[in-house]
Every structure is written in structure tokens, then in C-alpha cells.
């Protein structure tokens, strides 16, 4: 019996800023889908702001959102 996981390793703190050559760091981020706001949590460099925005992240939070719109 063969069993695929689709859970991936987790890496935090795995991504470095290439600019700044520090890690980044998770922070709050406001990104705009919709027509609506919501915070969402990235990894962002503190120094010069760059946010790493991940499919995976993005797009998981941003279904939990159309669900959200569409319950109301
Ligand atoms: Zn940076």
C-alpha cells in the first residue's frame, strides 16, 4: 500500500532576502484580493521590505477569504 503525502517539510527561516543577505523574518502584511483587505503573514525582509509572497501561502489564505466572502 502506497501512501502519498502532500505535506512538505517545513522551512521557516528558510528564505534569505538576496539583497540584504538576511533571513526573512514572518511579519504582517496587507495584501488586497477582491476588493477586500486582510492581513496575511509572509516572510519579509525588516530591512528593505521586500515580502516574499509563496503560492501556497497566498492562495491558501486567499480561498480561506472567498469562503469568508461568500458565507456572508
Ligand atoms: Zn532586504
Avoid at 522551512?11 to 523574518?25: D, H, S, V
Avoid at 495584501?31 to 530591512?47: D, I, N
Wanted: hydrophobic share 35%; glycine share 6%.
Amino acid at each position: 500500500m502506497t501512501v502519498v503525502a502532500e505535506e512538505k517539510p517545513k522551512q521557516e527561516n528558510a528564505y534569505t532576502c538576496l539583497k540584504c543577505g538576511i533571513p526573512l523574518e514572518p511579519g504582517e502584511v496587507t495584501v488586497s484580493y477582491l476588493g477586500s483587505s486582510f492581513p496575511v503573514e509572509l516572510p519579509r525582509c525588516k530591512q528593505c521590505g521586500f515580502v516574499l509572497v509563496t503560492e501556497d501561502l497566498a492562495l491558501g489564505r486567499m480561498l480561506q477569504v472567498e469562503k469568508t466572502l461568500e458565507d456572508k
